[in-house]
Each structure stands twice: as structure tokens, then as C-alpha cells.
T-cell receptor
Framework: AQTVTQSQPEMSVQEAETVTLSCTYD???????LFWYKQPPSRQMILVIR??????QNATENRFSVNFQKAAKSFSLKISDSQLGDAAMYFC??????????FGTGTRLQVFP | EAGVAQSPRYKIIEKRQSVAFWCNPI?????LYWYQQILGQGPKLLIQ????????DSQLPKDRFSAERLKGVDSTLKIQPAKLEDSAVYLC?????????????FGAGTRLSVL
């Protein structure tokens, strides 16, 4: 069965600095999708970024980028120029082509002014 | 564009009571999901609908949980009778289609406390 592991329960960063959140996953599939979701205190999960496993190029969305290492089954999220509004729980998630979305346990990100 | 609507936001009940949650997905979204998020964990899929048919309910505790999606739009998730371990946030999500890259859009969830 596929699993997603986030080994950092909490991380902190100063405003305007860069932080990297780690995620590893386990799968025997060759084709799949990876996601980072943000969950602020309002509880609504918001998609931050998505990566298709068949694409070698790392996905980027403004200040958010990923480092996708398929062989190592690693999918980290880099947040540049951190802002106070980035403070939230961040969940890494995996989905095969035909199966359900599987989430990690999350990393709580604190941003200090 | 309106997002996924859920109600109520909070619910407190005693064990063995019944409770129901309501979800209205984004207009035109064929796929609807119910997730359970226990404190300190990531969301876990309970049930997935494609229009008004069930696609996956393998993780739904069917002895106490039930869900329906009438006319392929709104959905209701019910727990009867509730147990202490059902305390969690129940999230509803919807997507246009079904499958790997499809983006799921989430509602704000219902926080259930079972006393």
C-alpha cells in the first residue's frame, strides 16, 4: 500500500526567509501525482502545488516550488520569501492514476515577523 | 465561483446520538468526497461518489456511517450511533472528474465533538 511520510511535525521561519518542508512516499507505481495542500486555521484545504511523476521538471507556483526526486521517492516543498499568511498546516499527498488521495500527517509551519 | 459549502461548522453530541453533515459541491463537479480528519493526522477518505453512484467506500465504517448523494449534487454523511472516536473534522471535497491529476476542492469542514 502507498504511504506518505512527513517527518517534520513543526517548522518555523522568519518572514522573507526560505523554508523547505520534507515529504517522502512509498509506491510501486511508475505513474502518479503528488500534491502539497495548505490548511490554515479556517480548516479549508487549499492546493498549493501539483507534480506529475512523468514530468522531470519541478513544478513552481510563484513563491512555491518543489524538489521532486523520483528515484528517491522524495517531494519537498520550498517556500521563498515567506509571509505571515503562509503560516498553516501543510500536507503532502499522493495519488495514483486510479486510486484515492493519500495524505501525510502534516507539518505545522510558523512564520515569525 | 462559489466553493464547496458545508454545514454545520461545529457539532457537539453525546455518544450514541446521531448526527448528519451536509455538503454542496462546486456546481458542475461530478465527483464528491467525504474525508475524516482526526486531530494530528491527515484527512482519510471515507467515501467517494461519481455523480450519485458510490465509487469507493472501502474505509467507511458501514455499521454506523452512511452517506448519500441525491440527484448527483448535494450529499449527506450520517453517523448513527456516534462513538467517542468519531470526534474529528469531516471534510467534503469535489472535483470535475475522477482520477490522478484532478484537483480536489475542499470545504471548511465540520468539527464534531462526541462527549
Amino acid at each position: 500500500a502507498q504511504t506518505v511520510t512527513q517527518s517534520q511535525p513543526e517548522m518555523s521561519v522568519q518572514e522573507a526567509e526560505t523554508v523547505t518542508l520534507s515529504c517522502t512516499y512509498d509506491t510501486s507505481e511508475s505513474d502518479y501525482y503528488l500534491f502539497w495542500y495548505k490548511q490554515p486555521p479556517s480548516r479549508q484545504m487549499i492546493l498549493v502545488i501539483r507534480q506529475e511523476a512523468y514530468k522531470q521538471q519541478n513544478a513552481t507556483e510563484n513563491r512555491f516550488s518543489v524538489n521532486f526526486q523520483k528515484a528517491a521517492k522524495s517531494f519537498s516543498l520550498k517556500i521563498s520569501d515567506s509571509q505571515l499568511g503562509d503560516a498553516a498546516m501543510y500536507f503532502c499527498a499522493y495519488r495514483s492514476v486510479t486510486d484515492k488521495l493519500i495524505f501525510g500527517t502534516g507539518t505545522r509551519l510558523q512564520v515569525f515577523p | 465561483e462559489a466553493g464547496v459549502a458545508q454545514s454545520p461548522r461545529y457539532k457537539i453530541i453525546e455518544k450514541r446520538q446521531s448526527v448528519a453533515f451536509w455538503c454542496n459541491p462546486i456546481s458542475g463537479h461530478a465527483t464528491l468526497y467525504w474525508y475524516q480528519q482526526i486531530l494530528g493526522q491527515g484527512p482519510k477518505l471515507l467515501i467517494q461518489f461519481q455523480n450519485n453512484g458510490v465509487v469507493d467506500d472501502s474505509q467507511l465504517p458501514k455499521d454506523r456511517f452512511s452517506a448519500e448523494r441525491l440527484k448527483g449534487v448535494d450529499s449527506t454523511l450520517k453517523i448513527q450511533p456516534a462513538k467517542l472516536e468519531d470526534s474529528a473534522v469531516y471534510l467534503c471535497a469535489s472535483s470535475l472528474a475522477m482520477g490522478g491529476p484532478d484537483i480536489q476542492y475542499f470545504g471548511a469542514g465540520t468539527r464534531l465533538s462526541v462527549l
